[in-house]
């Protein structure tokens, strides 16, 4: 019957993902089904602390965070927990030996969202990797299975991924994280005077993260790549969306992709890798 416990689990997992998600739970659909469940565990921890940050207003949010670290922690060191999110993570952590320094970092990320509303160039960094790099990293050691040799080579590509995404995410969600949560992430910019300069040297430092990234994800392996690709070229869309609207605009509303759009890039991803181009 465990067997029974740890599949609901991961099952609730993915109905996170599908609730929270479009756009990486159709990413996910295009890895190889091996892939599947370890990769919603992923997810579904990461959106829950993110949750904690972001939405739990009325509720003591460091009390939660120190909690779900906590428990987290202990589900690992246990092999089990009541929490199925947290079931399901330390599954995948225990499976694929995913490093405790990976989720120190992330965890720590989110805690500066409590605790911090602007940047330095280091806290950038620090930030950036924790909460984008670290989760680009644990997807990584899925994919790669236990080899240790292919993890090192294709590091460096998916932590420039991970942060080529959050950065991405910092220009579509101005509005909400300054205007509403007060942060402001890029170091240095005045939002109360954000420029056509200022934008472009973010959208600079994001298309070198985009083109480091690029070569790593042909390198993945073959049951990986179709997803990842997607998830690449679903970003790169969103950045071109946002590069081309003026400073103004991007903090007067959210920019998306249109599902229509989205599944215009899967088809042509599909495409793409059936016909060995990617």
Known sequence: MLAL???????????????????????????DKKYHLPIYAIYG??????????????????????????????AIEEG????????????????????????????????????????????????????????????????????AAEYDRLREPARKLGSAFQKVNFLRDIKSDYQERGRT????VDFTDFTRDAKALIEDDIQRDFDDAYQGILALPRGAKMGVHLAYTYYLKL???????PASRIQQERVRVPDPQKFALLAQTMLRYRLNLL
């Open 185 to 188: 992430y890029f170091p240095g």
């Open 239 to 245: 950045f071109c969306k946002i590069k081309n609207l």
């Open 45 to 74: 921890f990461v959106r829950y602390a993110d949750e904690i940050v972001d939405t739990f207003h009325d509720f003591d949010k460091q009390a939660l965070l120190d909690r779900f670290r906590a428990d987290t922690y202990l």
């Open 80 to 147: 089990i927990s009541l929490n199925p999110v947290l079931h399901s993570f330390q599954l995948v952590v225990r499976q694929y030996n995913i490093e405790r320094a990976l989720i120190d970092a992330f965890l720590r990320s989110m805690e500066m969202d409590l605790q911090r509303s602007d940047y330095d160039e280091a806290g950038y960094s620090d930030y950036i990797y924790g909460s984008a790099e670290v989760v680009g990293l644990m997807c990584l050691r899925v994919f790669c299975e236990g080899d």
């Open 5 to 31: 416990f740890n599949q609901t689990a991961l099952e609730c997992s993915k109905l996170i993902t599908e609730r929270y998600s479009t756009s990486f739970t159709l990413g996910i659909k295009t890895l």
